[in-house]
Protein backbone atom coordinates (compact mmCIF):
# COMPACT_ATOMS: atom_id res chain seq x y z
CA UNK A 1 0.00 0.00 0.00
CA UNK A 2 3.38 2.55 0.67
CA UNK A 3 4.37 1.33 -2.29
CA UNK A 4 1.49 2.36 -3.96
CA UNK A 5 1.17 5.84 -2.80
CA UNK A 6 5.02 6.73 -3.25
CA UNK A 7 4.36 5.28 -6.63
CA UNK A 8 1.31 7.45 -7.76
CA UNK A 9 2.73 10.70 -5.62
CA UNK A 10 6.25 10.23 -7.91
CA UNK A 11 4.08 9.78 -10.90
CA UNK A 12 2.56 13.09 -9.94
CA UNK A 13 5.18 14.80 -9.27
CA UNK A 14 7.02 13.62 -12.90
CA UNK A 15 4.03 14.81 -14.48
CA UNK A 16 3.91 17.99 -13.07
CA UNK A 17 7.37 18.58 -13.78
CA UNK A 18 7.39 17.14 -16.81
CA UNK A 19 4.93 19.39 -18.15
CA UNK A 20 6.32 22.73 -16.62
CA UNK A 21 9.34 22.61 -18.03
CA UNK A 22 8.03 22.01 -21.84
CA UNK A 23 5.84 24.83 -21.00
CA UNK A 24 8.36 27.02 -19.68
CA UNK A 25 10.47 28.45 -22.87
CA UNK A 26 14.53 28.89 -20.47
CA UNK A 27 15.57 30.96 -23.29
CA UNK A 28 14.91 35.15 -22.75
CA UNK A 29 12.09 36.05 -25.51
CA UNK A 30 13.84 37.64 -29.07
CA UNK A 31 12.69 41.54 -27.99
CA UNK A 32 12.11 43.64 -25.51
CA UNK A 33 8.76 45.87 -24.88
CA UNK A 34 7.85 48.96 -22.71
CA UNK A 35 4.92 48.84 -20.32
CA UNK A 36 1.81 49.77 -22.72
CA UNK A 37 -0.17 53.12 -21.99
CA UNK A 38 -3.53 53.48 -23.40
CA UNK A 39 -4.38 57.07 -24.58
CA UNK A 40 -7.70 58.55 -24.73
CA UNK A 41 -8.92 60.69 -27.61
CA UNK A 42 -7.40 60.96 -31.07
CA UNK A 43 -4.09 60.47 -32.96
CA UNK A 44 -3.93 61.09 -35.98
CA UNK A 45 -3.65 58.53 -38.25
CA UNK A 46 -3.83 55.26 -35.85
CA UNK A 47 -7.38 56.32 -33.89
CA UNK A 48 -10.36 58.62 -33.43
CA UNK A 49 -10.97 57.29 -29.37
CA UNK A 50 -8.98 54.83 -27.95
CA UNK A 51 -5.35 53.16 -28.59
CA UNK A 52 -2.88 51.32 -27.17
CA UNK A 53 0.61 52.05 -27.54
CA UNK A 54 4.03 50.78 -26.43
CA UNK A 55 7.94 50.21 -28.05
CA UNK A 56 9.30 46.86 -28.90
CA UNK A 57 13.20 46.32 -29.50
CA UNK A 58 14.43 43.48 -31.75
CA UNK A 59 17.20 41.64 -29.65
CA UNK A 60 17.10 39.18 -32.17
CA UNK A 61 19.81 38.40 -35.23
CA UNK A 62 17.02 38.90 -37.56
CA UNK A 63 14.54 41.01 -38.76
CA UNK A 64 11.01 41.25 -37.47
CA UNK A 65 8.24 40.93 -40.41
CA UNK A 66 4.62 40.35 -38.61
CA UNK A 67 3.59 40.35 -35.19
CA UNK A 68 0.58 39.16 -33.18
CA UNK A 69 -0.53 41.08 -30.12
CA UNK A 70 -2.40 39.69 -27.78
CA UNK A 71 -3.67 41.48 -24.82
CA UNK A 72 -6.67 42.32 -22.12
CA UNK A 73 -8.74 45.39 -21.84
CA UNK A 74 -10.49 46.52 -18.39
CA UNK A 75 -12.25 49.59 -17.28
CA UNK A 76 -10.50 51.54 -14.78
CA UNK A 77 -12.88 52.17 -12.33
CA UNK A 78 -15.10 49.20 -12.91
CA UNK A 79 -12.57 46.23 -13.69
CA UNK A 80 -15.14 45.13 -16.36
CA UNK A 81 -14.50 44.64 -19.86
CA UNK A 82 -15.33 48.08 -21.74
CA UNK A 83 -16.01 46.82 -25.33
CA UNK A 84 -17.90 45.15 -27.66
CA UNK A 85 -17.35 41.66 -27.35
CA UNK A 86 -14.60 39.90 -25.53
CA UNK A 87 -12.11 41.84 -24.16
CA UNK A 88 -9.61 39.57 -24.77
CA UNK A 89 -7.94 40.96 -27.75
CA UNK A 90 -5.61 39.93 -31.03
CA UNK A 91 -3.71 42.39 -32.91
CA UNK A 92 -2.40 41.85 -36.49
CA UNK A 93 0.77 43.87 -37.40
CA UNK A 94 3.00 43.58 -40.56
CA UNK A 95 5.93 46.04 -40.04
CA UNK A 96 9.91 45.95 -40.55
CA UNK A 97 11.56 46.15 -37.39
CA UNK A 98 15.61 45.41 -38.39
CA UNK A 99 17.67 43.34 -36.11
CA UNK A 100 18.79 45.65 -33.32
CA UNK A 101 16.58 48.48 -34.18
CA UNK A 102 13.50 49.68 -31.74
CA UNK A 103 10.18 50.48 -33.17
CA UNK A 104 6.67 51.83 -31.49
CA UNK A 105 3.76 49.94 -31.97
CA UNK A 106 -0.08 51.54 -32.14
CA UNK A 107 -3.14 49.67 -31.41
CA UNK A 108 -5.95 50.99 -32.33
CA UNK A 109 -9.17 50.30 -30.02
CA UNK A 110 -11.62 51.95 -32.26
CA UNK A 111 -13.05 48.66 -33.58
CA UNK A 112 -13.80 47.49 -29.80
CA UNK A 113 -15.84 50.42 -28.42
CA UNK A 114 -19.31 51.77 -28.59
CA UNK A 115 -18.86 54.52 -26.00
CA UNK A 116 -15.64 57.18 -26.29
CA UNK A 117 -13.94 56.50 -23.07
CA UNK A 118 -13.52 59.37 -20.56
CA UNK A 119 -10.25 58.10 -18.98
CA UNK A 120 -7.71 55.32 -19.95
CA UNK A 121 -8.40 51.67 -20.04
CA UNK A 122 -6.22 49.10 -18.03
CA UNK A 123 -4.35 46.71 -20.68
CA UNK A 124 -3.54 43.51 -19.03
CA UNK A 125 -1.63 40.79 -20.23
CA UNK A 126 -0.03 41.80 -23.27
CA UNK A 127 2.31 39.62 -25.06
CA UNK A 128 3.57 38.68 -28.39
CA UNK A 129 2.32 35.77 -29.01
CA UNK A 130 4.43 35.22 -32.60
CA UNK A 131 6.90 36.96 -34.53
CA UNK A 132 7.47 35.80 -38.31
CA UNK A 133 11.01 37.04 -39.51
CA UNK A 134 12.39 37.72 -42.81
CA UNK A 135 13.37 34.69 -43.54
CA UNK A 136 10.33 32.86 -42.59
CA UNK A 137 11.18 31.43 -39.26
CA UNK A 138 8.88 32.01 -36.75
CA UNK A 139 9.11 32.39 -32.74
CA UNK A 140 6.12 31.69 -30.68
CA UNK A 141 5.07 32.36 -26.76
CA UNK A 142 1.49 30.54 -26.91
CA UNK A 143 0.73 30.73 -23.30
CA UNK A 144 1.76 34.16 -22.45
CA UNK A 145 4.97 34.13 -20.61
CA UNK A 146 6.34 37.22 -21.36
CA UNK A 147 3.83 39.48 -20.64
CA UNK A 148 3.50 43.74 -20.02
CA UNK A 149 0.64 45.60 -18.10
CA UNK A 150 -0.13 49.14 -18.25
CA UNK A 151 -0.60 49.06 -14.41
Known amino acids: MKLKKLLIIFSFLVLLFGC ?5 NPDPPPYVISKPVCTVGAKEQYYNFAGIDFTISNTAKKDIQYVIIKC ?3 DAD ?3 NPLIGSNQLV ?9 GN ?3 IVLSLD ?3 FVAPKTPYLIDFLYIAS ?3 SDGSTWEDTNGTYYSRSY
Open 20 to 24: ATSVM
Open 72 to 74: TVY
Open 78 to 80: TKT
Open 91 to 99: FKSALSILS
Open 102 to 104: MQT
Open 111 to 113: PFI
Open 131 to 133: ITY
